[in-house]
């Protein structure tokens, strides 16, 4: 099992910035893909960023590329989500997700680990 925890979200100015840091603890040795997910109300669960664990390879939602960065530090077994010049079309709870196998990254029900969640608001 893989316990991932998330912190980092609040409340900001459109165009402000914000970092949300991902733990994750147990068999981390298992992880081979984390991803950042987020849901809006009302809406489903889509895809922000994902990273490689061992390659450090990394994809974005189109929404997000050149805003959004994703990044990790293997030692801290913790994954970042830097996020600026944010809209408050960004405005969502952000779930932290990692998975052991996942090829398509970008498939949320693919991923077996999911944080709890936390909430980010952008206000205009």
């Known amino acids: 099992q893989v316990q991932l925890v998330e912190s980092g979200g609040g409340l900001v100015q459109a165009g402000g910035s914000l970092r949300l840091s991902c733990a994750a603890s147990?068999?981390?040795?298992?992880?081979?893909?984390m991803g950042w997910f987020r849901q809006a109300p009302g809406k489903e669960r889509e895809f922000v960023a994902a990273i490689r664990w061992k390659s450090g390879n990394t994809y974005y939602a189109d929404s997000v590329k050149g805003r959004f960065t994703i990044s990790r530090d293997n030692a801290k077994n913790t994954v970042y989500l830097q996020m600026n010049s944010l809209k408050p079309e960004d405005t969502a709870v952000y779930y932290c997700a990692a998975d052991a196998t996942i090829v398509d990254v970008r498939i949320a029900y693919d991923y077996d680990y999911w944080g709890q969640g936390t909430q980010v608001t952008v206000s205009s």
């Open positions: 147990g068999r981390t040795f298992s992880i081979y893909t």
